[in-house]
């Protein structure tokens, strides 16, 4: 059976959430890191195309604290969602990270 890619970012977003992947904390972001993922995976991820989010992933962006989640992006998450994107995502939804703001080894341009 073949997996569509899709299907793997989802699960790969599973894996994120239970925290596998990020850095180990607090956890005073992880409600948001949950939303963020569930709602707005399909807008970052590697490859394809930067599009516009959705309302529902807007609302999540919104609500979030952005750095916090941004404190707790790994290597391994860099290498499934592109920044570019995310940038563009958090900008698109009123939230635009800052100059310079670090996500994992990433640095906002």
Do not use: W
């Not at 970052?44 to 604290?65: E, H, I, L, Y």
């Not at 570019?84 to 995502?89: G, T």
């Amino acid at each position: 059976m073949v997996i569509d890619s899709r299907v793997f970012i989802g699960l790969t977003m599973i894996l994120v959430i239970s925290g596998t992947l990020l850095v180990s904390g607090q956890g005073t972001c992880q409600g948001d890191i949950e939303g963020l993922m569930k709602e707005c995976a399909v807008y970052v991820q590697r490859p394809g195309p930067k599009v516009n989010p959705s309302p529902a992933c807007c609302g999540v962006v919104k609500r979030s604290d952005i750095p916090c989640a941004c404190g707790r992006v790994t290597a391994s998450v860099l290498k499934m969602i592109d920044m570019d994107k995310v940038v563009h995502v958090t900008a698109f939804c009123g939230r635009p990270l800052a100059h310079c703001t670090k996500c994992g080894s990433y640095i906002v341009p």
